[in-house]
């Protein structure tokens, strides 16, 4: 089973910048389409941004333009460049493989998610 970590999160102002880490370990990551997702409290997780193995990628309306996400794949890592935050922006931070999410076997894969928190 894979293992995977966040990091990356913090406490900043609007429209700072933060770039997020996800490192996979147990297995390569590198066949899967892999995202980013976010949840605040009371709230569903969504996705906010993904990345196929050839590199395409695909955001939600909110951040396009604003994340950009990244994978090295000798590194078994991806990564959100977030510019321009905003209050809205503030979650936390998950990584996971879109296919385990998408069929619903996500359960136990999630890492612990970073913080992030955009306040004036």
């Known amino acids: 089973q894979v293992q995977l970590v966040e990091s990356g999160g913090g406490s900043v102002q609007p429209g700072e910048s933060l770039r997020l880490s996800c490192a996979a370990s147990?297995?390569?990551?590198?066949?899967?389409?892999v995202a980013w997702y976010r949840q605040v409290p009371g709230g569903q997780r969504e996705q906010v941004a993904a990345i196929t193995l050839s590199g395409s990628t695909n955001y939600i309306r909110s951040v396009e333009g604003r994340f950009t996400i990244s994978r090295d794949n000798n590194k078994n890592s991806i990564y959100l460049q977030m510019n321009d935050l905003k209050i809205e922006d503030t979650a936390i931070y998950y990584c996971?493989?879109?296919?385990?999410?998408?069929?619903?076997?996500?359960?136990?894969?999630w890492g612990p998610g970073t913080q992030v928190t955009v306040s004036s």
């Open positions: 996971n493989d879109v296919t385990t999410v998408l069929c619903g076997m996500d359960a136990g894969t």
């Open positions: 147990g297995r390569p990551w590198s066949r899967n389409a």
